[in-house]
């Protein structure tokens, strides 16, 4: 069982990705039945239940940005893939090209 929210978040990304098409078939197949009412039931609730039995950590909802220096999960730019707080840092030492600080 992971300990910390970083190592839970990367146990989340690589579920995510072992289940991925898995997860895919058995949505599209519990779509299908809503566009055709008439097909069988019994063979739904099959798809329902095999969805319900992956794990919830494969979902690909449960992977949240973090910031790649910190592994902060708040205030992270997907543009850079950091926090704003070492955005800022990175600003004020010259290390992002194009950004300066607005009293400048």
């Not at 566009?35 to 909802?61: C, E, G, T, W, Y």
Request: hydrophobic fraction near 30%; include cysteine.
């Amino acid at each position: 069982m992971p300990l910390s929210s970083q190592t839970r978040n990367k146990h989340c990304i690589s579920l995510n990705e072992k289940y991925r098409e898995a997860r895919k078939e058995l949505k599209q197949k519990i779509y299908e039945r809503r566009l055709d009412p008439s097909s069988d039931l019994s063979a739904h609730m099959q798809n329902v239940f095999k969805l319900h039995k992956l794990s919830r950590n494969s979902s690909k909802i449960r992977i949240r940005n973090r910031c790649q220096i910190t592994g902060r999960g708040r205030g992270v730019y997907r543009y850079f893939g950091i926090c704003g707080m070492k955005i800022r840092e990175m600003a004020m030492k010259g290390f992002l090209p194009g950004i300066r600080h607005a009293s400048w």
